[in-house]
């Protein structure tokens, strides 16, 4: 079994503790993808300190030169694109073109942060004063910790990575402990394109202890997080507890409105892949359909056909729909949420077991499923079962329909299927989701557009956009009086 290490100021090294452990195959429960390093709150420490003593080169680096050093990140992760996305599909689970998808939007991200070197503007703007000069610039907020989440091993740490390395910040990054393998590729392809070391550190590991010394760390100056709503909640309130920038992107339950006058086609198509690609496990997939009841008969016929037309497998085969589930712990959840639904007394209309037989046994594999005539008030109406799960509600109108879409804790993605202008726009302007889409699924976003959630969902700056860069900098404003004279009249009235 191939042993991998940390990455700590330019250095492969071991943990303090010298503990390791393993990471296997999700569809094959036997097959080890390799030995990781348990890292502790020792490693976190060394990392800070390397970033901290980086952070001054990397940081008056003008910006355009640190924009080289993603350029050849992309070239690298180009070259590198196919074998980093079956390091995806291994270690992760996802069906290979979902992988590849997230190494392009790895690399879309990266090439968006490097254009970026030499667009790191500030404002000028009159002063109320005579002979003054005002203007502000950008500095680096610091040191900042980047937690990621397993279900988007590459492109979350990604868009996390690339803006705030163009920004001039050192990190430490802890990437989900199911997940090391592609962090340690991720942090090979910025030693290859010459990152100064010290300025991406990688531990890998448990996550909690680790989290927790980034966060109240003093040398830590912000913490970028994608994860679960408990975790991110309670790192961004120990964050504010030490007046530090926490940005955190958790959970959804997002939402499609399929209104009578829809194309139902085209509906089909946007929820079957919202509901089911990557199995469900990505925080805007698609778990609640509300259905206008013109068309609720028509519009469930077609979704359990389609679902039944679904191949579920090994994601490594090009022609698999649905893959198996991350690991154990995700698989009992999915199969408990479904136990709920049944037991609530929502209609199981397709699917609901866990798979056995041939190649099912070696790995987490779920049925795609489908709960008909749930009702709001349901469990698995409203909290994130991350699987492949979809619930069907069926609503009078499209004012019921919003209310329902808007009755979760959670505000991360939604779409309404219309092919009525008027009623698009008052969805647009009345459902409480940060990422708003009409006539196409839930799912993803572009990097050039920012990305993140209301509610529950998400706090602190959007990411991606030109809000990252917001998040990753500190705005300075500066005043120069270049008069000969001294001022008469008060400064600053
Ligand atoms: C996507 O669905 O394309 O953890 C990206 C997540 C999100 C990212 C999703 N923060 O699933």
């Not at 990397?58 to 694109?81: D, H, S």
């Not at 989290?211 to 991110?232: H, K, Q």
């Not at 409203?382 to 609503?395: H, N, Q, S, W």
Request: glycine share 12%; hydrophobic share 40%.
């Amino acid at each position: 079994m191939t042993a991998y290490k940390n990455y700590i100021g330019g250095q492969w090294v071991e943990s303090v503790s010298g503990r390791t452990y393993q990471v296997y195959n999700p569809a094959h429960k036997t097959e080890a993808v390799g030995e990781f390093q348990t890292s502790s709150v020792d490693d976190a420490g060394a990392a800070v300190a390397a970033a901290r003593e980086a952070l001054p080169g990397w940081a008056n680096t003008p910006a355009p030169g640190r924009a080289a050093v993603l350029f050849r990140a992309l070239e690298i992760m180009g070259r590198r694109a196919e074998e980093i996305a079956r390091a995806i599909t291994t270690e992760e689970g996802k069906p290979i073109g979902d992988a590849r998808g997230e190494v392009r939007r790895a690399m879309n991200i990266i090439e968006y942060a490097a254009g970026e070197g030499r667009r790191m503007f500030g404002y000028t703007t009159p002063s109320e004063l005579p002979n003054t000069v005002a203007y502000t610039v950008k500095r680096p907020l610091g040191v900042v910790g980047v937690i990621t989440p397993w279900n988007f091993p590459i492109a979350i740490p990604a868009w996390k990575m690339a803006p705030a390395l163009i920004c001039g910040n050192a990190l430490v990054f802890k990437p989900a402990s199911s997940t090391p393998l592609c962090a340690v590729k991720l942090a090979e392809v910025f030693e290859e394109a010459g990152l100064p070391p010290g300025v991406l550190n990688l531990i890998t590991g448990p996550g909690a202890q680790v989290g927790n010394a980034l966060v109240e760390d003093p040398r830590v100056n912000g913490i970028s997080f994608t994860g679960s709503t408990e975790i991110g909640t309670a790192l961004y309130a120990r964050g504010a507890g030490v007046l530090k920038k926490v940005q955190a992107e958790m959970g959804g339950k997002n939402a499609v409105i399929l209104l009578s006058d829809a194309d139902m086609d085209k509906a089909l198509g946007g929820i079957v892949q919202g509901a089911f690609g990557s199995t469900g496990q990505r925080c805007t997939a698609t778990s609640r359909v509300i259905v206008e009841e013109a068309v609720y008969d028509e519009f469930v016929a077609g979704l359990l056909e389609r679902t039944a037309g679904l191949r579920v497998g090994d994601g490594i085969d090009p022609e698999v729909d649905v893959s198996p589930l991350c690991g154990q712990g995700q698989y009992d959840k999915v199969l408990e949420y479904i136990g709920v639904g049944a037991e609530e007394g929502a209609n199981l209309a397709y699917g609901g077991r866990g798979l056995t037989g041939g190649e099912y046994d070696e790995g987490y594999y779920v049925e795609p499923t489908v709960f008909t005539d749930v009702s709001p008030d349901m469990r698995i109406a409203k909290e994130e079962i991350f699987g492949p799960v979809l619930t069907v509600f069926k609503a009078k109108d499209l004012e019921e329909a919003i209310e329902i879409s808007n009755s979760v804790e959670f505000g991360l993605s939604s779409s309404v299927y219309t092919r009525d202008l008027t009623r698009a726009f008052e969805y647009i302007n009345t459902v409480e989701t940060g990422m708003v889409h009409v006539n196409a699924p839930t799912l993803g976003g572009e990097v050039h557009l920012p990305f993140g959630g209301l509610k529950s969902s998400g706090v602190g700056q959007r990411e991606q956009g030109t809000e990252a860069f917001d998040f990753f900098t500190e705005t300075i404003t500066v005043y120069i009086d270049h008069g000969e004279a001294a001022r008469q009249q008060a400064r600053f009235i």
